[in-house]
């Protein structure tokens, strides 16, 4: 009980925020170009209750990935909207790349201070260190899934709206079976080990640098990985 109540502690406000800002940031970029409907749903809020899906949450604290409530955008309130798709699409990524580079900075500045200093801070800097380690993670995750151009994923909306008309068309078709194939393609094909997984490995550790190993630390103690 002990070791999951020290799991939670360290994944739990970094899984928060990255959800919490991905979809709020969608929110946010709807709102600016032109469409209130995450705003008059009181969607624009860092109060994770507002977008914790139960099973997302559950998901991401045990297999570290899940998801939130997605933001209601309604694309046809955007005053362009093939072109402002494009920047609320981009604006939820955009957000967990701000938070890996955060996390980063966190997790540098704090073995730093631990590492230069005569006092042994460790009890407060390792908690630290495993939390911004983390963050770190779970927010290039999120990004460089969320990026897999498949509607209804946000990269899937970055190509519709970077497509011509009729390619577009023919892409935005495939979105009421979007998950499905996403499913699909993560668990029944190699893409994960071949592509996804690299690509978040590789920059995990470019962010991360000298101090990857804390992160692979944490994802052992979280996941057994």
């Known amino acids: 009980m002990d070791q999951i109540l020290i799991k939670i502690s360290i994944m739990l406000l970094p899984a928060l925020l990255a959800v919490t800002a991905h979809e ?27 977008h914790l899906d139960v099973v997302g949450t559950l998901a991401l604290l045990f297999v570290g990935f899940g998801w939130a409530k997605p933001i209601p955008v309604n694309f ?19 957000a967990n790349l701000c ?14 201070l631990d590492n230069h200093t005569a006092v042994n801070l460790a009890l407060v800097t390792r908690p630290v260190a495993l939390m911004a380690a983390f963050g770190l993670y779970i927010n290039i995750i999120l ?20 497509l011509p ?34 690509l978040i490995f590789s920059l995990v550790t470019m962010l991360a640098g000298a101090e990857m190993a804390v992160v692979r630390d944490v994802i052992q103690f979280l996941f057994g990985q």
């Open 165 to 198: 008309q009729r390619q577009a068309e023919f892409v935005q078709r495939i979105e009421p079976f979007g998950f499905m194939l996403v499913i699909v393609l993560v668990f029944f094909t190699d893409i994960w080990q071949m592509v996804i997984g690299p």
């Open 99 to 112: 938070l890996a580079l955060a996390s980063a900075l966190a997790l540098h500045a704090v073995r730093g």
């Open 24 to 50: 709020v940031a969608h929110g946010y970029a709807a709102d600016r170009c032109g469409d209130p409907t995450a705003r008059l749903l009181g969607r624009l809020t860092f109060n994770p209750l507002k």
């Open 76 to 94: 046809a309130n955007l005053r362009h909207p093939k072109k402002d798709m494009l920047w609320v699409a981009l604006a939820g990524p955009g």
């Open 143 to 162: 990004l460089v899934f969320n990026m897999v151009p498949i509607p209804p994923l946000d990269g899937g909306r970055v190509l519709v709206a970077l």
